[in-house]
């Protein structure tokens, strides 16, 4: 456009040198080259608006596609993301078979792994189970031990101590130690051992502790029982008196005669005469009866009754050879002694081995 104005500018400059001389034309030339430099310097200055402008719009569109370049830019790198994504979902549902037969193998492997413990787990069971079995039988068997201990301990203490009160306390003792093993196995041998018991019970138990009693009584009274009149002590002087100058002849002529009255003594006895006794005689005859009693009343502690009897028939052979059986304390003494010699000291004991062999035949059966 710029161009064909300069051209039409130039062809009007051209046409008025043609037709008129040169100095006629020289004047309207110059007028007209000022008017077309204005019309350039317009037509520059548009150019130049428009340069700008359009300079302005395309610097408009460039920040407007930058801006639609980034938002692109930014969805792109979105997208991308969200391919990866994709990808690596893809992929792990690509390996998802994989994973399922690895998570096969594995929930196999937890199975048999599994059933390994519940068999160690089986056998544990039982293994605890014995354990618990044999316990409970060693306890068992430690109970039925010491019960059999128990009854060979009653078995002995009657038989051979001769005391049933310890007889039934160890008989009891036994019945509880069966109570508390709660064995139904064991009725036979409780039912022996209430039979054993009641055996026991009905057994007559003598006074004990009244016959030791009358038997220190009658020992008491030995040194207070009169000798018999037979039984003469010999004259036993008094020369431990004080003899002083003024009954100093008085005495020895009464002692003399004293003395000389007893050198010859006319008795008549329709017994067999006795042996004087000295003091100290007297003394050991009081001792041997009272011995007597004491051999007789350690024979009733140990239920010795042979010994009771023999112990009581030689004390009342005392009385009735060295003491006045005619005085009522002796007559006393011997009717208690006959009266002792007749009473039983020990009863016919009972068999209490029932319980015990019935024990014995329980436990030979289950072995």
Known sequence: MS?????GDKQSTAKPSTSTGGTTTARPAG???????????ALAFLLSLALLA?????????????????????????????????????????DLPQRSDRLSD????????????????????????????????GRSAWRIAEVEYLLRRANRELQLAGKPVNALAALDAADERLEALADPGMTPVREAISRDRERLRALEQPDVTGLALTLGSLI??????PLADGVQRTPQTDLDEDL???????????????????????????????????????????R????????????????QPEVWRASLL????????????????????????????????????????????RLRRVVEARN
């Open 31 to 41: 007028r007209q080259g000022s008017g077309s430099a204005g019309v350039l310097a």
């Open 244 to 286: 002083d100058a003024e009954n100093f002849w008085p005495r020895l002529r009464e002692r003399s005669t004293r003395v000389l009255r007893q050198l010859v003594t006319v008795r008549h006895e329709d017994v067999p005469l006795r042996p004087l006794l000295a003091p100290e005689q007297e003394y050991f005859l009081r």
């Open 220 to 225: 008491e009274r030995v040194d207070r029982l």
């Open 314 to 357: 030689e004390a009342r052979d005392w009385l009735d050879g060295y003491f006045a059986m005619e005085e009522d304390a002796v007559q006393a003494v011997d009717e208690e002694l006959a009266r002792l010699s007749e009473t039983t000291i020990r009863s016919e004991r009972p068999d209490i081995s029932e319980s015990l062999e």
């Open 54 to 94: 359009a300079a302005w719009w395309y610097w408009e569109q460039s920040e407007e596609r930058l801006a639609a370049l980034e938002t692109l830019q930014s969805e792109l790198d979105q997208q991308q993301d969200r391919l990866e994504g994709h990808e690596r979902a893809l992929d792990r549902l690509r």
């Open 288 to 303: 041997n009866l009272a011995l007597s009693l004491a051999t007789a009343r350690l024979a009733l502690l140990r239920e």
């Open 3 to 7: 161009e064909d104005s300069k051209n």
């Open 106 to 137: 594995a929930f196999d492997d937890m199975t048999a792994h599994r059933q390994r413990i519940e068999r160690d787990l089986e056998r544990l069971d039982e293994r605890t189970e014995t354990l618990r079995e044999f316990m409970d039988a």
